[in-house]
């Protein structure tokens, strides 16, 4: 398994990532001695993929920033490099996988594998069919998440899918509750764990997703979609313009140990 980032310190992260992840699960006993040593040992790092040897990849996934032509170029690249009958996924949150596939040469190889977040505890992952994705290499990609132990759910190519068609505008709305004062953040997520038996808050979910992430997708569905309750709370776009994107920069709705 080949892991590629253009940035030497994200593929630190990763690697650290993966093993403290790996480890914790091991301990569990939700992984084996071989499955430990698989997910420590059989990955190869690589900073780009100029040099990278790809002729025998089966399938892509992309899981960069949610910006659409940073995975335009990414696809791009993609299908220059790999063989005409692999598989390329990307791990979009909302934007369209039509639109991606249209920057390859193999629309009907592309598809949408969206994992959530956090990818080892969570057991969903929506895959998207684009417009042209043909119906086998959906279902390659449905086996495939069934094989990694999760369980897939298909849903057509629309803003939002259907995980944050139906998410986004919780977290929406928490933040204009927020944001006109209506309750603090530890009552506006209480309300949500103890009252609708959520596992996390919306509040702390969205510093978990990324307060800049949760942006770019309310952003998609009040764009493509048209209608005002998609607008973004104005709080939400405060904080990403201060730089609070949540967990991963330290601070978001709430405080966190820097990273």
């Known amino acids: 398994m080949l892991l590629a980032d253009v940035a030497a310190a994200q593929l630190e992260r990763a690697r650290a990532g993966i093993a403290k992840s790996a480890a914790r699960m091991h301990e569990k006993g939700r992984l084996t001695d071989d499955q430990l040593a698989g997910a420590t040992d059989g990955i190869e790092y690589v900073q780009g993929l100029d040099g990278a040897d790809l002729s025998d990849v089966g399938l892509a996934i992309e ?116 944001g006109e004062q209506i309750g603090t953040a530890e009552g506006i997520d209480t309300v949500m764990t103890l009252g609708m038996a959520h596992p996390m808050g919306p509040l702390k979910l969205a510093d978990l997703i990324g307060l800049d992430t949760t942006l770019a997708i309310l952003e998609v569905l009040h764009r493509d979609l048209g209608e005002d309750k998609y607008r973004p709370a104005p709080l939400l776009r405060q904080y990403v313009a201060a730089g609070r994107f949540g967990r991963k920069s330290g601070a978001g709705v709430y405080e966190y140990e820097a990273r």
């Open 63 to 178: 899981a960069a920033t949610e910006q659409l032509a940073t995975k335009l170029a990414i696809f791009a690249d993609l299908d220059a490099r790999v063989p005409a009958s692999a598989l390329l996924a990307t791990n979009t949150s909302s934007i369209s996988i039509t639109t991606i596939a249209a920057a390859t040469r193999r629309p009907q190889h592309v598809v949408g594998m969206h994992f959530m977040n956090p990818v080892p505890v969570l057991q969903l992952v929506e895959v998207i069919s684009g417009l042209e994705t043909t119906p086998a290499a959906t279902e390659l990609v449905m086996e495939l998440s069934r094989e990694l132990g999760k369980t897939p759910v298909h849903s057509r190519d629309v803003p939002g899918f259907l995980a944050n068609r139906i998410l986004m505008p919780m977290i929406n709305e928490a933040f204009f509750c927020l």
